[in-house]
């Protein structure tokens, strides 16, 4: 039973340019959640996803910030007209109830690197 | 949400039992405590959950007092392989749909 699948594990990007990221959660699960982490930082939330519908996207910064989760395929983090300060590690998790006391399950990451 | 309070970093040595204490004074009726455990590279992974008294698994365990203002992660005989990030975390059971990291623990475990 393969856990959360992030795609690419490294990205680079040339500040302006468009950065895809990619998670699939694990077989069953119908949650997912987006964390950006800086160096040195703990994880902070971005947006919280069901199949179709976006349930909480406070963390989301307001600009050039994307997520969905469509009905098939998995879940995309999309970053448009990407700077500096977007270099980060992305982390993705699922979950099959929504509750995080249950647990969550993260995939290992994407690693962005604008320059 | 409660405050949370823990060490910045703790260095220990192999073999030895590592405490790794947790402050969350204004912790509410339903809150539960977990603990995530961060190695480099890598995404968060679940290590115990507690509500309240001793709970222990196969990987550490949780120490909750009555008042359940504080917890301790215990980790048994450390390894190498235990140096991470620990992140105590106060989850509300009440549908909340998120988790909130703080800057956690780095352990760092010594030959």
């Known amino acids: ?115 | 949400l409660a405050k949370i309070t823990q060490p910045i970093s703790m260095d220990s040595y192999e073999g030895q039992e590592v405490n790794i204490t947790c402050s969350h004074n204004n912790i509410a009726t339903n809150d539960y405590i977990t603990w995530y455990q961060q190695f480099p590279s890598q995404g968060p992974r679940f290590i115990i959950q507690g509500y309240k008294t001793k709970v222990t698994n196969e990987v550490a365990s949780l120490f909750i007092p009555a008042d359940r203002k504080s917890s301790t992660l215990s980790l048994p005989r450390v390894s190498l392989s235990d140096t991470a990030v620990y992140y105590c975390l106060v989850v509300p059971d009440d549908g909340y749909n998120k988790l909130i990291f703080g800057a956690g623990t780095r352990l760092a475990v010594h030959p």
């Open chain 1, 1 to 115: 039973n393969a856990g959360v699948m992030q795609n690419p594990r490294h990205l680079v990007r040339r500040r302006g340019q468009e950065a895809r990221l990619r998670c699939s959660p694990m077989k069953g699960h119908s949650h997912v959640y987006w964390y950006r982490q800086l160096p040195e930082e703990g994880l902070k939330f971005m947006v919280y996803l069901q199949k179709e519908n976006i349930i909480d996207e406070s963390g989301m910064p307001k600009e050039r910030f994307s997520a969905e989760f469509p009905k098939e395929g998995p879940s995309i983090l999309r970053i448009q007209q990407v700077v500096r300060g977007d270099s980060a590690a992305y982390f993705c998790a699922s979950s099959a109830t929504g509750q995080p006391n249950y647990g969550y399950t993260f995939g290992s990451g994407t690693r962005l690197t604008v320059v």
